[in-house]
């Protein structure tokens, strides 16, 4: 069975400052990672994914996320946040047969 | 098209009404799918095609839902006497094959408003 987790549905950082939104999965497979975001009134956009090529993933927009076996955590980071960051992200966990997605963290960026 | 498409972008509809959702994928997508996202619930998956066929329908809600696609392209989910929970947004994604494993392109969604 497979599950994905996002802590917090709400996160707020300032302009400048780190990002950091966290995801917790569980997979009884070799998992196949990913996060999108979906800025308002648009379909959701692919900006990283994780197939077990390498641990540290770099996705557009300057943000990457570190896949942690040991803890089966794949956090989204980004070192500085821009005003252009702000919208909903969600982290999604896939087998061979369904994808499931997180209930998504809506990222504020205060001026 | 450049991207998919989804119609319309807005619907209102009083409960009990039939409202029928279309999507137009990726030209070459083979593989297309529907999600419902409501308000704090994230995506809650609903069915895939691989061409017209759709080997599992278990994600629909109920037998209220039903889904088709003709000619390897557009899809249409319909809604049958709609209820006020059936409010969410819709939306629709294709890719060049069905493996869950490959990035999904999504369309802006369609918003169902049931009163």
């Known amino acids: 069975a497979q599950s994905v987790t996002q802590l917090g549905s709400h996160v707020s950082v300032s302009e400048g400052a780190l990002v950091l939104l966290r995801c917790n999965y569980s997979?009884?497979?070799?998992?196949?990672l990913f996060w999108y975001v979906q800025y308002p009134n648009q379909g959701l956009q692919l900006l990283l994914k994780y197939t077990s090529a390498a641990t540290l993933v770099k996705g557009i927009n300057g943000f990457e996320a570190e896949f942690k076996k040991s803890e089966t955590s794949f956090h989204l980071t980004k070192p500085s946040a821009h005003m252009s960051d702000a919208a909903e992200y969600f982290c999604?966990?896939?087998?061979?047969?369904?994808?499931?997605f997180g209930k998504g963290t809506r990222l504020h960026i205060l001026p | 098209g450049a991207g998919v498409s989804q119609s319309p972008s807005n619907k209102v509809t009083e409960k009990g009404k039939d409202v029928e959702l279309r999507c137009d994928p990726i030209?070459?997508?083979?593989?297309l799918y529907w999600y419902r996202q409501s308000l704090g619930q994230g995506l809650e998956f609903l069915i895939y095609f691989q061409g017209n066929s759709a080997p599992d329908k278990s994600g629909l809600p109920s037998d209220r839902f039903s889904a088709e696609r003709t000619g390897g392209s557009v899809s249409t989910l319909t809604i049958q006497r709609t209820q006020q929970e059936d409010s969410a947004v819709y939306l629709c994604?294709?890719?060049?094959?069905?493996?869950?494993?490959?990035?999904?392109?999504f369309g802006p969604g369609t918003r169902l408003t049931v009163l």
């Open positions: 997979s009884s497979v070799p998992p196949y």
């Open positions: 030209s070459g997508h083979t593989a």
């Open positions: 994604a294709s890719s060049p094959g069905v493996l869950f494993t490959i990035e999904q392109f």
């Open positions: 999604a966990v896939s087998g061979v047969d369904k994808i499931i």
